[in-house]
């Protein structure tokens, strides 16, 4: 966790912490129009009017901060939009250092349907890898902490306090107990490798979420299947819930040439259009493996390689459809939410909002089979 970083409008487009947060971010603090305004409607009078009342007549100190704080988190919450939270920051944060690397331990949590927290991944060479962690282990505790049915803003508020904790694991119903001290965990979001069969050669490429750097690892990758004389692409977008907007749009323009519509962003007034500045478009037939956790700036990419070039198949389960934009404003040191502002359309205009990216072929993997890129492969070969 990077607590100085600054959210930067238009620049991050999901948040991704101990475990997956699905939202598009930006972040900046209140002003402009808004500050200025000097018109108030008879519902904004009554917020003023009985925030002074409070003010004034309160037998005791009002801290005015936290009347505003609280205000302002009855509203959101009063939205009844799932995307949309008040954080107080010494609760729980949402700087998350999408740099490349992190201080953590390597673990990526879900919540499952009866509360209690599956771990989905455990990144190479972390604290967890090393002490033999698994995925589709169960996360019982930490230290003494029971985080069945906790949200995750509490358990990250846990794992900040310090730099070494006891994780109590379930493996099949063994439980076992882990101390693990935080590492700095160098992030490698780009897998690459060439698969052969049939006398082809196929890249299968896989973007497990979109750091800063994951556009130039992409770059590195892609140009090394490519001289490896590959006949097809995989790109595997499974399990990535998104990241930032610039990375994914710098991966899009490697791809797609310039003047194609990339993605549009839609509001209560204007439909605006992001034009690629790509130098060419990929020519090789890909084929899109997405999932049940595949969301928002994943659904965007498969979707801009889709309604843009000829030969895209995709392959696997319906994604999210996380194809709503939240903001981030910053309120304090201490506070900030965020709220929907916007849905962002494909390059052709098709909202995938709560509806999510239905394959072209549908396939469910089975057990450790992973029938999903083995039909890949079969389509490419």
Known sequence: ?????????????????????????????????????????????????????????????????????SAIAGMVESLDDPYSDFINRTESSFDTDLEGSYQGYGITIQMQEDGTYKIIEVLPSSPAKKAQISAGEILYKIDDFEI??????????????????????????????????????????????VIEGNQKKIGYLSINLFAKNTDEQFKDALESLTTAGIDGLILDLRNNSGGYLTSTKNIMEQMIMKGNVLYQTKTKKETLKYISKGTKNYEKPIVILI??????????????????????????????????????????????????????????????????????VEITNQGQEDLQKQKAIDLLT
């Open 1 to 69: 966790m990077n607590k100085n970083h600054k959210f930067k409008k238009n620049e991050v487009f999901v948040l991704l912490g101990l475990s997956i947060f699905l939202s598009l971010g930006v972040g900046y603090f209140l002003g402009g129009k808004y500050a200025k305004k000097q018109t108030y409607s008879d519902s904004l009078k009554k917020i003023l009017e009985n925030y002074q009342y409070i003010v004034d007549t309160s037998y005791q100190e009002v801290d005015e901060e936290k009347l505003v704080e």
């Open 148 to 193: 069945k049915n906790r949200s995750l803003e509490e358990i990250q508020t846990i794992l900040q306090e310090k730099n070494t904790h006891t994780f109590w694991i379930s493996n099949q119903g063994e439980m076992k107990e882990y101390l693990l001290e935080k590492e700095k965990i160098e992030l490698s979001s780009v897998e690459s490798e």
């Open 291 to 360: 999932n049940e956790r595949t969301a928002s700036a994943s659904e965007m990419i498969t979707l801009a390689l889709k309604e843009n070039l000829e030969e895209v198949t995709i392959v696997g389960k319906t994604s999210v459809g996380k194809g709503s934009i939240q903001e981030i404003v910053r309120l304090s040191e201490k506070a900030e939410y965020k709220t929907t502002t916007k849905e962002w359309l494909s390059p052709k205009g098709n909202s995938i909002n709560q509806k999510g990216i239905t394959p072209d």
